[in-house]
Structures are given as C-alpha cells and as structure tokens.
C-alpha cells in the first residue's frame, strides 16, 4: 500500500504561477512513475505530467512549455511546477503512483483556480 499526500494548489491570476507538491509513503520501494491528473468540472480526468523514477517526464501538449514535472526518489516526493497559468488551467489537481505492479494509488486532489 501507498500512501499519498498532496500539497499547494489554490488561486492564482492569470500569467501566474502555482507548485503542487506530493509526498508518498509505505511501499514506495514498489513506485516507478509518479505524475499528475487534472479533473475540470463536466470534463474527464486527464494525465497533465508524469516522470519514471529515471527522471524520464512527458507532458500533456496543452502544458508543454509551461509546466514542469520533477521527481526527489529519497523523499518519494513529486513536484508539479505551473508557469503562466491560464483560466483552462482550472481544475482538481490530483496525484497518481502507480507501482511496478501497476496498481494505482491517488491522492485527495487539490485545487487550482486561475482567475481574477
């Protein structure tokens, strides 16, 4: 079992910039990626980032260039930074681990409002 804790989020004006923050805990030694989802509100989830424990990252085209996704293996700790953010950028942020094993674990979602 994983356990997961997010951290950040909130609002923010547009051109701004935002960092979520997710610790994991338990069975990390079984964790190989780790990565971000977005949920807006009447659309489905989508992968926003996500980074392989080789420091490996891919990113959803609707952020490239604005977003960066970066990993600390010793405190099983992903980092989501967001760079002129823009009003599609609202949403529920949540954090996935998924284990070699390839179950999946999610963290409680956090929220990113991009407004005035």
């Known amino acids: 079992q994983v356990q997961i804790v997010e951290s950040g989020g909130g609002l923010v004006q547009p051109g701004g910039s935002l960092r979520l923050s997710c610790a994991a805990s338990g069975d990390v030694n079984t964790i190989r990626n780790m990565g971000w989802y977005r949920q807006a509100p009447g659309k489905q989830r989508e992968l926003v980032a996500v980074i392989t424990r080789a420091g490996s990252a891919g990113y959803a085209d609707s952020v490239k260039g604005r977003f960066t996704i970066s990993r600390d293996n010793a405190k099983n700790t992903v980092y989501l930074q967001m760079n002129s953010l823009k009003p599609e950028d609202t949403a529920v942020y949540y954090c996935?681990?998924?284990?070699?094993?390839?179950?999946?674990?999610w963290g409680q979602g956090t929220q990113v409002t991009v407004g005035q």
């Open positions: 996935n681990v998924r284990t070699v094993s390839t179950a999946d674990y």
